[in-house]
């Protein structure tokens, strides 16, 4: 097995099914709820584990029952997370997430007390089987130090744009990038995610793309912008799919995929977790991800 270390985010997540978005305040009825772990890094981390990477993340907690209960989420599906650091009298991150009948997701977020900055234990924690970093940029400190030391060992640096990272050097450190569609936009200040990606083709390394769930992806090859469409599924829950995506293409570059191999893989194992409530314990297996693309040939 290949290694995957994922840096960032990770929190634990209280979904709420409803048939609609509430409009006002008052009481709602959820017909389904599930209490699960989340976060950027944590949820790409599980999807590393079940897609049959060797998967560890480095993330930053405080010593409370949310985050006893996110590390022992993440032991069960498999994740090393003893690259992770507790912090005493912290609190972990919390979401309450509202999905509707249509998939869609509102999400209220407190993404725990300020954790210190430092990450330089995380030299350290590339292995030499690991062969891709993703980061997210809710730990800057953590991705720029991760990348740096995956790309002194070759391997790829991959970064989830979403929200955009303050400092500029985590961008400039990473092999490849996959903005949302929302940070893409906010980024850029243009509504076209085209017009938005070439926008950027001299100001931003490596590989770059934007994904814009059911309309698929759109990436930078030279001059040209190419579009990659989505997978049709009837979607159940989008939640945690765009970290699925994130943690899959990385596996699959560390796998030695070329990027457009990596885009099929990832965006099937996105479209697969849509199709499932539950936030990421919707992401498939590798044997259902392997069957999924078969059918799809």
């Known amino acids: 097995m290949v290694g995957v270390l994922c840096v960032g985010f990770a929190a634990l997540d209280h979904v709420f099914g409803l048939d609609a978005m509430p409009e006002r305040a008052e009481k709602y009825r959820a017909r389904t ?5 989340g976060g950027n890094a944590a949820n790409a981390a599980v999807a590393v584990a079940r897609l049959g990477g060797q998967s ?7 010593e409370d029952d949310i985050g006893t209960a996110i590390l022992a989420g993440l032991a069960r599906e498999g994740v090393d997370w003893t690259p992770s650091r507790r912090y005493a009298g912290l609190q972990s991150g919390v979401s ?3 999905v509707d009948a249509a998939g869609e997701r ?13 990450a330089d234990h995380l030299r350290h924690a590339i292995t030499p089987d690991c062969r891709a970093v993703m980061a997210d940029p809710r730990w800057e400190k953590g991705a720029l130090v991760s990348f740096e030391a995956i790309r002194r060992q070759g391997g790829f640096a991959v ?9 500029p050097a985590v961008i400039q450190a990473a092999t490849h990038i996959a903005a949302s569609a929302q940070a893409l936009r906010l980024m850029t200040g243009i509504e076209d995610l085209p017009t938005a990606l070439l926008s950027l083709r001299d100001t931003l390394p490596g590989w770059l793309a934007v994904t814009d769930g059911p309309r698929g992806v759109f990436y930078l090859a030279g001059d040209a912008v190419k579009h990659f469409p989505a997978f049709a599924v009837e979607a159940v829950d989008s939640l945690g799919a ?9 596996l699959a570059l560390a796998e030695g995929m070329d990027e457009a191999g990596a ?4 965006s099937a194992a996105a479209a697969i977790k849509c199709t499932r409530f539950g936030g990421r314990d919707g992401c498939p297996t590798r044997a259902e991800l392997n069957a999924f693309l078969m059918q799809a040939a």
């Open 33 to 37: 709820f599930a209490a699960v772990g």
């Open 56 to 62: 560890s993340l480095a993330t930053r907690l405080g």
């Open 96 to 98: 309450a997430i509202m």
């Open 106 to 118: 509102m999400i209220v977020n407190f993404p725990g007390a300020p954790m210190p900055d430092d």
């Open 159 to 167: 970064l989830d744009i979403d929200p955009a990272p303050r400092d």
């Open 242 to 250: 765009g970290d699925v995506f994130h943690g899959a293409f990385a």
């Open 263 to 266: 885009l099929r893989f990832a």
